[in-house]
T-cell receptor, first 115, second 114 residues
Protein backbone atom coordinates (compact mmCIF):
# COMPACT_ATOMS: atom_id res chain seq x y z
CA UNK A 1 0.00 0.00 0.00
CA UNK A 2 1.48 3.31 -1.12
CA UNK A 3 -1.24 5.51 0.35
CA UNK A 4 -2.59 6.47 -3.07
CA UNK A 5 -5.92 4.88 -3.95
CA UNK A 6 -7.44 4.77 -7.42
CA UNK A 7 -10.95 3.76 -8.36
CA UNK A 8 -12.16 1.94 -10.28
CA UNK A 9 -9.41 -0.62 -10.86
CA UNK A 10 -10.93 -1.67 -14.18
CA UNK A 11 -13.25 0.19 -16.53
CA UNK A 12 -14.79 -0.71 -19.85
CA UNK A 13 -16.58 2.09 -21.63
CA UNK A 14 -18.07 2.80 -25.01
CA UNK A 15 -16.90 5.67 -27.16
CA UNK A 16 -20.01 7.71 -26.39
CA UNK A 17 -19.90 7.20 -22.63
CA UNK A 18 -18.83 9.66 -19.96
CA UNK A 19 -16.92 8.30 -16.98
CA UNK A 20 -14.56 9.56 -14.30
CA UNK A 21 -11.45 8.14 -12.70
CA UNK A 22 -10.79 8.99 -9.09
CA UNK A 23 -7.55 9.28 -7.17
CA UNK A 24 -7.23 9.92 -3.45
CA UNK A 25 -4.25 10.38 -1.16
CA UNK A 26 -4.04 11.21 2.51
CA UNK A 27 -0.28 11.50 2.66
CA UNK A 28 -0.31 15.27 3.00
CA UNK A 29 1.17 15.67 -0.47
CA UNK A 30 0.66 18.86 -2.47
CA UNK A 31 1.46 17.62 -5.96
CA UNK A 32 -0.66 15.14 -7.90
CA UNK A 33 -0.19 13.66 -11.35
CA UNK A 34 -1.93 11.66 -14.03
CA UNK A 35 0.17 9.30 -16.15
CA UNK A 36 -0.89 7.15 -19.09
CA UNK A 37 0.80 3.80 -19.66
CA UNK A 38 0.18 2.18 -23.05
CA UNK A 39 1.63 -1.12 -24.14
CA UNK A 40 5.31 -0.95 -25.08
CA UNK A 41 5.53 2.82 -24.48
CA UNK A 42 7.07 4.81 -21.64
CA UNK A 43 4.80 6.27 -19.02
CA UNK A 44 3.43 9.50 -20.43
CA UNK A 45 2.89 12.40 -18.07
CA UNK A 46 -0.53 13.90 -18.75
CA UNK A 47 -1.29 16.48 -16.07
CA UNK A 48 0.37 17.96 -13.01
CA UNK A 49 -1.31 19.79 -10.14
CA UNK A 50 0.56 21.73 -7.49
CA UNK A 51 -1.49 23.01 -4.57
CA UNK A 52 -4.69 22.34 -6.58
CA UNK A 53 -3.47 24.42 -9.51
CA UNK A 54 -2.76 22.78 -12.85
CA UNK A 55 0.87 23.45 -13.71
CA UNK A 56 1.30 21.15 -16.66
CA UNK A 57 -0.80 19.80 -19.51
CA UNK A 58 1.26 17.71 -21.89
CA UNK A 59 -0.80 18.37 -25.01
CA UNK A 60 -3.50 16.04 -23.83
CA UNK A 61 -6.66 15.92 -25.99
CA UNK A 62 -9.66 17.74 -24.56
CA UNK A 63 -11.59 14.48 -24.24
CA UNK A 64 -9.54 14.08 -21.05
CA UNK A 65 -10.50 16.65 -18.45
CA UNK A 66 -8.76 16.72 -15.05
CA UNK A 67 -10.19 18.15 -11.87
CA UNK A 68 -8.45 18.76 -8.56
CA UNK A 69 -10.96 20.00 -5.97
CA UNK A 70 -8.44 19.79 -3.13
CA UNK A 71 -4.92 18.56 -2.50
CA UNK A 72 -6.14 15.08 -1.57
CA UNK A 73 -8.32 14.30 -4.58
CA UNK A 74 -7.76 14.20 -8.30
CA UNK A 75 -10.21 13.21 -10.99
CA UNK A 76 -9.90 12.46 -14.66
CA UNK A 77 -13.16 12.97 -16.53
CA UNK A 78 -13.46 11.01 -19.76
CA UNK A 79 -15.82 11.59 -22.67
CA UNK A 80 -16.01 10.47 -26.28
CA UNK A 81 -12.83 8.44 -25.99
CA UNK A 82 -11.21 6.45 -28.80
CA UNK A 83 -10.08 2.81 -28.74
CA UNK A 84 -6.44 4.00 -28.75
CA UNK A 85 -7.09 5.62 -25.37
CA UNK A 86 -7.24 2.15 -23.85
CA UNK A 87 -4.37 2.02 -21.35
CA UNK A 88 -3.43 1.89 -17.70
CA UNK A 89 -3.98 5.29 -16.09
CA UNK A 90 -1.80 5.89 -13.08
CA UNK A 91 -2.23 8.56 -10.47
CA UNK A 92 0.70 9.68 -8.34
CA UNK A 93 1.39 12.20 -5.60
CA UNK A 94 4.47 13.76 -4.05
CA UNK A 95 5.14 16.29 -1.27
CA UNK A 96 6.12 18.98 -3.77
CA UNK A 97 7.38 18.38 -7.26
CA UNK A 98 10.19 20.90 -7.34
CA UNK A 99 12.66 19.05 -5.15
CA UNK A 100 15.21 16.76 -6.75
CA UNK A 101 14.83 13.96 -4.22
CA UNK A 102 11.07 13.80 -4.25
CA UNK A 103 9.84 10.40 -5.26
CA UNK A 104 6.28 10.02 -6.39
CA UNK A 105 3.91 7.56 -4.77
CA UNK A 106 1.70 5.76 -7.24
CA UNK A 107 -1.72 4.20 -7.06
CA UNK A 108 -2.48 0.79 -8.54
CA UNK A 109 -3.92 2.32 -11.65
CA UNK A 110 -7.16 2.06 -13.57
CA UNK A 111 -7.07 -0.27 -16.54
CA UNK A 112 -9.30 1.37 -19.12
CA UNK A 113 -10.68 -0.36 -22.17
CA UNK A 114 -12.56 1.67 -24.75
CA UNK A 115 -14.83 -0.37 -27.00
CA UNK B 1 14.63 18.16 -22.41
CA UNK B 2 15.30 15.11 -20.32
CA UNK B 3 15.36 11.56 -21.56
CA UNK B 4 15.79 8.09 -20.10
CA UNK B 5 16.98 5.14 -22.18
CA UNK B 6 16.58 1.54 -21.08
CA UNK B 7 18.02 -0.71 -23.78
CA UNK B 8 17.01 -4.08 -22.33
CA UNK B 9 13.37 -4.90 -23.10
CA UNK B 10 13.67 -8.16 -21.16
CA UNK B 11 16.15 -9.87 -18.86
CA UNK B 12 16.37 -13.33 -17.30
CA UNK B 13 18.22 -14.18 -14.12
CA UNK B 14 18.57 -17.31 -12.07
CA UNK B 15 17.18 -17.21 -8.56
CA UNK B 16 19.80 -16.13 -5.96
CA UNK B 17 22.04 -14.55 -8.58
CA UNK B 18 22.67 -10.84 -9.12
CA UNK B 19 21.39 -8.89 -12.11
CA UNK B 20 22.11 -5.43 -13.52
CA UNK B 21 19.45 -3.41 -15.29
CA UNK B 22 20.81 -0.66 -17.51
CA UNK B 23 19.73 2.97 -17.56
CA UNK B 24 21.27 5.93 -19.33
CA UNK B 25 19.96 9.45 -19.17
CA UNK B 26 20.24 12.76 -20.90
CA UNK B 27 19.73 16.11 -19.25
CA UNK B 28 21.12 19.61 -19.36
CA UNK B 29 20.12 20.37 -15.78
CA UNK B 30 22.98 20.61 -13.27
CA UNK B 31 20.79 19.15 -10.51
CA UNK B 32 18.63 16.13 -10.98
CA UNK B 33 17.45 12.98 -9.26
CA UNK B 34 17.40 9.44 -10.60
CA UNK B 35 14.84 6.89 -9.48
CA UNK B 36 14.06 3.24 -10.01
CA UNK B 37 10.56 1.85 -9.73
CA UNK B 38 9.25 -1.71 -9.84
CA UNK B 39 5.90 -2.50 -11.44
CA UNK B 40 4.52 -5.98 -10.74
CA UNK B 41 1.64 -7.39 -12.76
CA UNK B 42 -0.81 -5.74 -10.35
CA UNK B 43 0.05 -2.39 -11.96
CA UNK B 44 1.20 -0.18 -9.11
CA UNK B 45 4.57 1.51 -9.32
CA UNK B 46 6.73 0.79 -6.29
CA UNK B 47 9.60 3.14 -5.47
CA UNK B 48 12.89 1.28 -5.00
CA UNK B 49 15.85 3.63 -4.82
CA UNK B 50 16.97 7.21 -5.38
CA UNK B 51 20.28 8.78 -6.45
CA UNK B 52 20.94 12.52 -6.41
CA UNK B 53 23.21 14.04 -9.01
CA UNK B 54 25.47 15.48 -6.32
CA UNK B 55 25.58 12.39 -4.13
CA UNK B 56 29.15 11.22 -3.71
CA UNK B 57 28.28 7.62 -2.94
CA UNK B 58 26.17 5.11 -4.80
CA UNK B 59 22.77 4.61 -3.24
CA UNK B 60 21.89 1.31 -1.60
CA UNK B 61 18.57 0.01 -0.24
CA UNK B 62 18.68 -3.57 0.98
CA UNK B 63 19.24 -5.82 -2.04
CA UNK B 64 19.08 -2.86 -4.40
CA UNK B 65 22.06 -0.71 -5.28
CA UNK B 66 22.55 1.92 -7.91
CA UNK B 67 25.75 1.99 -9.97
CA UNK B 68 25.91 5.73 -10.69
CA UNK B 69 28.46 6.88 -13.25
CA UNK B 70 27.85 10.57 -13.74
CA UNK B 71 30.39 11.14 -16.50
CA UNK B 72 28.83 8.35 -18.55
CA UNK B 73 25.30 9.45 -17.58
CA UNK B 74 24.36 6.00 -16.45
CA UNK B 75 22.43 4.84 -13.39
CA UNK B 76 22.23 1.06 -13.51
CA UNK B 77 20.21 -0.87 -10.94
CA UNK B 78 21.85 -3.90 -9.36
CA UNK B 79 19.64 -6.47 -7.65
CA UNK B 80 21.57 -8.94 -5.54
CA UNK B 81 20.36 -12.42 -4.57
CA UNK B 82 17.37 -12.37 -6.93
CA UNK B 83 14.08 -13.75 -5.67
CA UNK B 84 11.09 -15.06 -7.60
CA UNK B 85 9.12 -12.06 -6.35
CA UNK B 86 11.51 -9.75 -8.17
CA UNK B 87 9.92 -10.72 -11.48
CA UNK B 88 8.35 -7.47 -12.71
CA UNK B 89 8.84 -4.45 -14.95
CA UNK B 90 11.53 -2.06 -13.79
CA UNK B 91 11.52 1.60 -14.74
CA UNK B 92 14.26 4.18 -14.49
CA UNK B 93 13.18 7.80 -14.12
CA UNK B 94 14.70 11.24 -13.86
CA UNK B 95 13.44 14.26 -11.96
CA UNK B 96 14.74 17.70 -12.74
CA UNK B 97 14.21 20.98 -14.44
CA UNK B 98 11.93 23.79 -13.44
CA UNK B 99 8.92 21.54 -13.07
CA UNK B 100 10.70 18.58 -11.52
CA UNK B 101 8.36 16.02 -13.04
CA UNK B 102 9.38 12.37 -13.27
CA UNK B 103 10.25 11.27 -16.80
CA UNK B 104 10.35 7.49 -17.30
CA UNK B 105 12.13 5.09 -19.62
CA UNK B 106 10.38 2.26 -21.48
CA UNK B 107 11.22 -0.25 -18.79
CA UNK B 108 12.88 -3.65 -18.55
CA UNK B 109 10.93 -6.83 -17.88
CA UNK B 110 12.86 -8.98 -15.42
CA UNK B 111 12.07 -12.67 -15.13
CA UNK B 112 13.61 -14.66 -12.28
CA UNK B 113 13.95 -18.37 -12.97
CA UNK B 114 13.79 -20.96 -10.17
Amino acid sequence: ETGVTQTPRHLVMGMTNKKSLKCEQHLGHNAMYWYKQSAKKPLELMFVYNFKEQTENNSVPSRFSPECPNSSHLFLHLHTLQPEDSALYLCASSPINREMNTEAFFGQGTRLTVV
Amino acid sequence: AQKITQTQPGMFVQEKEAVTLDCTYDTSDPSYGLFWYKQPSSGEMIFLIYQGSYDQQNATEGRYSLNFQKARKSANLVISASQLGDSAMYFCAINGGSQGNLIFGKGTKLSVKP
